[in-house]
């Protein structure tokens, strides 16, 4: 199991009830949590005070969780959570586009939310071997980055590098490109790689990966206006190509 000690989470939604029953839940985890009704106080306490990860409303007013994640994203790649409406799809597959990490519809679970962020921190730990964990320990020290052509991943240090640049991605899309960039050629199937970005027992619908692949896509494409590394193969999945 994850240890939550010392991980902060940010929980910004305008209905005080969802903000309190949440807090509750997640401090009886060991969570700390800072909450804020509303995007600007968010945003502010945010980049001023980075917490380990952040659970956004979309739906709130002024600032809502679309915006206030656009904003976080230019200084910052903190994990986010987004809470849609129930049912949804184009709130889910605009903040995935955006640089969420993950989405819940409401009315959630608790249980699934706790679950979900406990996935997503193990994920970042293990990636900046930062020690949270129970599971990090001297061998990420041993872990050797991954050279593909043009692509360098260090998977200790958190490091995405194209052609000599940096890429910065979420701890979401560092897991799926490093499952395809692993073996160059294999193709993953949608599910294979729900898998690995979604390592426990919760359900994440297989449009999830379209999403976060396209955000991948666009990021690198930011430094290299010709890359297509990663392949699609209609109705099978994706693959890093070969060089």
């Known amino acids: 199991m994850t240890s939550s000690t010392n991980h902060v989470i940010a929980l910004v939604d305008d209905d005080r009830n969802i903000l309190t029953s949440v807090s509750i839940a997640l401090q009886a985890e060991g ?27 979309i739906k709130m007013p002024q600032m809502d969780g679309m915006e206030l994640l656009r904003r976080v994203r230019e200084q910052s790649a903190m994990p986010v959570i987004f809470l849609t409406s129930k049912d949804d799809e184009l709130d889910e597959a605009l903040g995935l586009a955006m640089g969420a990490d993950d989405y819940i519809a409401k009315p959630f679970s608790q249980r699934l939310l706790i679950a979900r962020i406990r996935a997503i921190l193990r994920r970042q730990d293990l990636a900046a071997g930062n020690g949270k964990t129970e599971t990090v320990g001297d061998k990420d ?30 701890v979401t899309e560092f897991m799926i490109l490093e499952a395809l960039a692993h073996r160059p050629g294999v193709v993953k199937s949608r599910n294979q790689l729900l898998d690995v970005a979604y390592q426990d027992d919760v359900y994440v619908d297989d449009r999830t990966i379209d999403s976060h692949i396209k955000r991948i896509r666009r990021k690198f494409r930011g430094v290299d206006g010709e890359f297509d590394a990663i392949e699609t193969l209609y109705g099978v999945g994706y693959r890093f190509g070969e060089e």
């Open 141 to 170: 020290e041993d872990v050797q980055p991954i050279e593909r052509g043009r692509l360098v991943m260090d998977p200790a240090r958190h490091k995405v590098r194209w052609d000599g640049k940096d890429v910065t991605l979420t």
């Open 31 to 57: 969570f700390i949590t800072r909450v804020y009704t509303d995007g600007a106080s968010a945003l502010k306490a945010i980049l001023d005070d980075p917490p380990d990860l952040g659970v956004f409303d």
